[in-house]
């Protein structure tokens, strides 16, 4: 199987910014996608960001704020938020899917002060 480890996250003001990165290892089967979900206070968990070779996806709430990138020989995502709202607060999750599973990384709190 795979295991993820996420390191980042905390507390900011709003407008600042913050980077998060997600190494996974333990798998001989290789990843193919690789992402960010979230999941504030009284919602669903969401998807936030994912990237697929060189190919990434965005929630439109993010788009223009946020950054995912990836470094195959490290098998670690990247996730860098800029212009943070406080509607950015949430327990962030790293995601990572072969052909056969998909896992998680525990979650982080990211908490957005007004």
């Known amino acids: 199987q795979v295991q993820l480890q996420a390191c980042g996250g905390g507390l900011v003001q709003a407008g600042g910014s913050l980077r998060r990165s997600c190494a996974a290892s333990?798998?001989?089967?290789?990843?193919?996608?690789m992402g960010w979900y979230r999941q504030a206070p009284g919602k669903q968990r969401e998807l936030v960001a994912d990237?697929?070779?060189?190919?990434?996806n965005y929630a439109n709430s993010v788009k223009g704020r946020f950054t995912i990138s990836r470094d195959p020989a490290k098998n670690t995502v990247f996730l860098q938020m800029n212009s943070l709202k406080p509607e950015d607060t949430a327990v962030y999750y790293c995601?990572?899917?072969?052909?056969?599973?998909?896992?998680w990384g525990q979650g982080t709190l990211v908490t957005v002060s007004s």
């Open positions: 990237i697929v070779r060189g190919d990434t």
């Open positions: 333990g798998s001989s089967l290789s990843i193919i996608v």
């Open positions: 995601n990572a899917r072969t052909r056969i599973n998909a896992y």
